[in-house]
Structure formats: C-alpha cells, structure tokens
C-alpha cells in the first residue's frame, strides 16, 4: 500500500511539475498578418504599416449586411472611444466589393467615426489570405503587428474578452 502511494504521490507532483512549467512558457508567436493597402472611406490609402507603432489595433472584418457584425460594432465603437486616446486603435476592413457603396451610409447610420477601409475590387483571395472563414472576424495586433488574438464570430461578452486584452497590450493592466 505504501508503494503505491509513493507513486501517486510522485505522479502527482510530476504532473504539478509540468503543467506548472508549460503555464508559465510565452505565448507562441504566430505569423504577421499578411500587408493590404486598401482605401478608406475618404479615398485615402490605408497600411498595415500604418499600424506599426500603435500599443494595441483590432483589425475588425466585416461587411455592413451582416446581422452579427451589425450586432458587434457598436460594442467595437464603445471600446474604441474609450480607449482610443491611450494608444488603441480600431480598423474595419469590408469584404464585399459589392457591398463598398453601402459603407459611407452605414457608417453615418452607427456614427462610426473608426477607419474603415472598402474591399478590394480586384482580390477574390483577399479574406483567405486572413483566414476569415466566417463574420464578423477580429485580429488583434500589437505595435509590432505581431496577432495576439484572434475572434471568429460574435457572442455575447467577447467585448469584456476584447477589453481585457486591449488593456493587457496598453499597459493599463499589469
């Protein structure tokens, strides 16, 4: 009995071991996103590069007759605004050329004050390239460009989830 109790024991704190350790391992980095030069609103060409620097920019994917986007954006605005003069910056990138016509309303509609870029007319692999398989799709980026985090789809909550994370990379939380 005693020897099988040594073994648990040992077991136990082998595994306490290792998962304490894999806890305690940087997060790994994935790929930076892919660059873009696209057009916002005003006709101005807007970068990835453009980005370089900021403390924390959520690259938003959307396109303005989607339900769950249209459900989002005012949640991605309310951060915006908040955070925006700490360093925070918000980009909403369409992906329907068809739907380009649409945005300028749209965005009047919601007082979207963000930037938001039109899609490519010419880039049919432009949302594979990002790997949106659905919308809206949500990157995170730091002032290196580098994703930190990725969110497909909306639910309820994701901006208590968002903020967190738009704090983490601002230094507000430490």
């Known amino acids: ?32 996103l892919p660059a873009f030069e696209l057009l916002d609103l005003s006709g101005q060409k807007r970068t990835l590069q453009d980005l370089k620097g900021k403390g924390a920019t959520l ?30 910056e918000l980009i909403s990138i369409n992906l329907l050329p068809e739907q380009n016509g649409l945005i300028a309303d749209w965005a009047e509609r919601g007082d979207y004050r963000h930037p938001i870029l039109k899609a490519p007319e010419d880039d049919s692999s432009f949302a594979r390239r990002y790997f949106v398989r659905s919308t809206p799709t949500n990157y995170l980026v730091d002032g290196d460009r580098w994703p930190v985090r990725r969110w497909r789809g909306y639910l309820p909550g994701n901006e208590k989830r968002m903020e967190k994370e738009i704090r983490q990379l601002l230094g507000l939380d430490r």
């Open 59 to 88: 690259i938003n994917f959307f396109f303005p007759g989607c339900g769950a986007c249209n459900t989002e954006m005012p949640h991605l605005k309310a951060l915006y605004e908040k955070y925006r003069e700490q360093g925070f």
């Open 1 to 32: 009995m005693d020897r099988f109790r040594a073994v648990g024991l040992a077991s136990t704190m082998l595994l306490w071991l290792v998962s304490s350790t894999a806890a305690q391992q940087p997060r790994p980095r994935v790929p930076r």
